[in-house]
């Protein structure tokens, strides 16, 4: 069953995630804030920082800089940036 939350990112009503996936505190800040099309959002531009700034999931300071940019993206309203990059025009 699916439930509804509001999205601030999204900034109206939409689907939430079905669980609790990230750990903490900013865990239950995602799960309670943030709808499943708004993390697909993020996932998308998570991809793209791992990929050019070739970022390991292994190092600590990685994910740590992975962290921060999503918090940035999902509650500051900050878009992620990557050097050299040009969004493909419609």
């Not at 505190?25 to 309670?32: T, W």
């Not at 740590?64 to 040009?86: A, C, R, S």
Request: glycine fraction near 6%.
């Amino acid at each position: 069953m699916s439930r509804t939350i509001y999205c601030t990112f999204l900034k109206r009503e939409a689907e939430g995630k079905d669980f609790q996936f990230y750990p903490g505190e900013l865990g239950k800040r995602i799960f309670d804030n943030i709808s499943k099309e708004a993390w697909a959002q993020w996932q998308t531009k998570q991809t793209m920082l791992i990929n050019e700034k070739k970022l390991s999931m292994m190092n600590v300071a990685d994910r740590k800089v992975l962290e921060q940019e999503m918090i940035n993206f999902l509650f500051e309203g900050q878009d992620v940036h990557i050097h050299g990059y040009t969004p493909p025009s419609e």
